[in-house]
């Protein structure tokens, strides 16, 4: 095998360089990364060169990659304005420092193809208009923002282009052509290292500020002393420990002393560096959530059973602090003597281009359904649970509220008698045991309440130790749906007294038809709206709903209260959905009124409501 810079090449550290390269950022560096080519040598040149192709499917498609690459170098020059020839006085300059890729397909599959996006077609497009354009307003804001995150750095097409060819080393027949593979793979992870360093300078430093050589001197004890007495100098400590103080800081931690007073610039370009920062930095942390979650879900039962085994040992032998720490520095240096490599980034590309494979970050879900198509997946998949989510975390604010306001007295003084048993225990329990108690009920929570929030979601309020502390302090929808049912209940027993029993139709109802249940229908209105298709009126009682046609006043459905097990509001705004136990449906629409309708069916019928949406 030929030698590379004065050393031969050897295939034992090509996952070296995968990663940013490992320097002393506070001081120069002495050696730069830099490709090791032979001068003259052409690096793309390849095994197919030496007439040994290992592999001839890989082999065509870096051929393809070539000639698609010298096609667009030679038809740029070739429409370049021609200029005449000035011979330059000037010495040669200087390579530039990190160079931007050569126009390499970023886009580049190894397995799969880019999923096609499909637009709506034209029948669907005049039959649900406003949805085609929103689904289009979607994909074209996930383009976008795919587009921000599609830079070098997370390139599919770079990673693509390094696993092709760490193979093309692997099935290298020759000397020769092992050495072309070589050569070729060590300019790739130069351009890789570049990469790193032109995503960081072209996105995301927008301002620089030279650190100024430090000048201040440290200070003597004797030029803080004050004037002699009796013999005695007196030492000025509090000047002095200022001084010494500033000369350590200004020292020592300039760089980290922002000089600019003025709060950073709101911009979009600035707010987007932030976000996709924030987005890039998270990718790891992504990976992590959805590894923890992976072990709590119980998805593998062995596995996490080892996780609740060692836990269970260290909290025994009170070492769960130590643990983790113990932990955290194996996993640290685990990343130092095992750093990626090819077979890892390969993962990684099969992930990403398989759609049928749960996403661990947000770059491989774009991946896996293309610049347009990523927004719905995400919407598909997280769009529930993170709802849930939402919903829940406005419920427990309001609970803290409604706690804080004693909108319901009684259950606010039981939460106060569950926080003063809790103040007890912290005040009188040895804190050992208390910890201990904590590092316990943090097990539990882990390894007992969040599979079970997590898999049922049924039960996910009964598995949270925070309902319990505030077991049943309402929320805002829960209490107004008990002031709509005390009001109710005010109003009919007035409206029994004032007026006699009527139906919405204004006739006189018999007192054995009036007096079933041992209390009177009251009307409450007649609403016009269209049910199974035919116009006619939505009349409520206090007893139940009904829809008569306008056509011979037929009607159509009636319902009484305790039938509905489920109300919804649907359409845009003058929907109604009644779903009865059996799952049968009755829904009204064009109902101007439907707030209002949907208020007094629920104040009126006296049952009891769960707010589900």
Not at 2 to 20: C, E, F, P, V, W
Not at 204 to 216: D, E, G
Not at 572 to 601: C, M
Request: some cysteine.
């Amino acid at each position: 095998m030929a030698a590379i810079d004065g050393r031969r090449a050897s295939t034992d550290h090509l996952s070296q360089g995968l990663d940013r390269a490992a320097l002393n950022v506070y001081t120069h560096a002495d050696q730069h990364l830099v490709a090791p080519l032979r001068d003259g040598q052409d690096t793309s040149k390849k095994s197919s060169d030496t007439g040994e192709a290992a592999d001839p499917n890989l082999a065509s498609l870096n051929n393809l990659r070539r000639l698609s690459g010298k096609v667009k170098q030679k038809t740029v020059k070739a429409f370049q304005p021609r200029h005449k020839k000035q011979k330059s006085t000037d010495s040669e300059t200087a390579p530039t420092l990190a160079p931007a890729p050569a126009g390499a397909a970023d886009d580049a599959r190894m397995y799969k193809p880019v999923p096609e996006q499909k637009g709506p077609d034209f029948k669907e497009v005049i039959k649900h208009p406003i949805s085609s354009v929103q689904s289009a307003l979607h994909g074209a804001s996930g383009a976008k923002f795919s587009e921000a995150l599609d830079n070098p750095v997370i390139a599919h097409g770079a990673e693509v282009s390094i696993v092709r060819a760490y193979d093309e080393v692997k099935s290298a027949k020759s000397e020769d052509a092992k050495e072309s593979a070589l050569m070729d793979l060590e300019s790739l992870k130069k351009e890789r290292q570049d990469a790193y360093v032109r995503w960081t300078f072209d996105r995301h430093v927008l301002k620089v500020r030279q650190v100024p050589p430090c000048t201040t001197v440290r200070p003597k004890r004797e030029d803080f002393q004050a004037n002699e007495k009796k013999g005695i100098a007196e030492m000025r400590w509090l000047d002095y420990g200022h001084n010494l103080l500033r000369y350590y800081v200004e020292h020592y931690g300039d760089r980290y002393i922002d000089r600019n007073p003025n709060l950073p610039e709101p911009s979009e370009e600035a707010f987007n560096t932030s976000m996709e920062r924030l987005v890039m930095i998270s990718t790891p942390y992504q990976m992590l959530v959805m590894r923890l979650r992976h072990i709590y879900r119980w998805d593998n039962r062995t596995e996490t059973a080892l996780y609740l085994g060692a836990y269970a040992f260290f909290w025994a032998i009170n070492y769960l602090a130590g643990a983790f720490i113990l932990a955290l520095i194996a996993v640290v240096l685990q990343r130092r003597l095992y750093p990626p490599t090819p077979e890892d980034i390969r993962e990684d590309i099969i992930r990403s281009e398989d759609a049928e494979r749960t996403a661990l970050n947000l770059t491989q879900l774009i991946e896996q359904h293309g610049a347009h198509g990523w927004v719905e997946a995400l919407r598909q998949d997280l769009g529930p649970w993170f709802l849930l989510q939402l919903e829940d975390i406005a419920n427990v604010l309001e609970i803290w509220r409604n706690f804080y306001e004693w909108r319901d007295p009684k259950r606010t003084m039981i939460s106060l008698i569950l926080l003063v048993q809790v103040w007890l225990a912290i005040t009188f329990i040895p804190l050992s045991m208390f910890i201990k108690l904590a590092q316990l009920s943090a097990g539990i929570l882990f390894f007992g309440l969040f599979p079970i929030a997590s898999r049922y979601p049924q039960y996910r309020l009964l598995a949270s130790p925070m309902k319990w502390l505030f077991w049943k302090v309402p929320t805002d929808a829960e209490w107004a749906i008990a002031r709509l049912q005390v009001e109710a209940a005010h109003r009919k027993e007035a409206l029994r007294q004032i007026s006699p029993s009527r139906d919405p139709d204004g006739d006189e109802q018999a007192d054995s038809e009036s007096g079933n249940n041992g209390e009177d229908e009251v009307s409450l209105g007649r609403f016009h709206c269209t049910s199974h298709s035919h116009h006619g009126d939505l009349c409520l009682t206090s007893k139940g709903v009904k829809y008569k046609t306008a056509v011979r006043s037929h009607v159509l459905w009636e319902l009484h209260f305790d039938d509905i097990t489920v109300l919804q509001k649907v359409g845009a705004g003058e929907g109604l959905l009644f779903v009865l136990a059996s799952g049968e449906g009755h829904r009204v629409s064009g109902l101007k009124s439907r707030n209002e309708v949907f208020t007094q069916i629920i104040g009126y019928s006296g049952l009891r409501w769960q707010v589900t949406g």
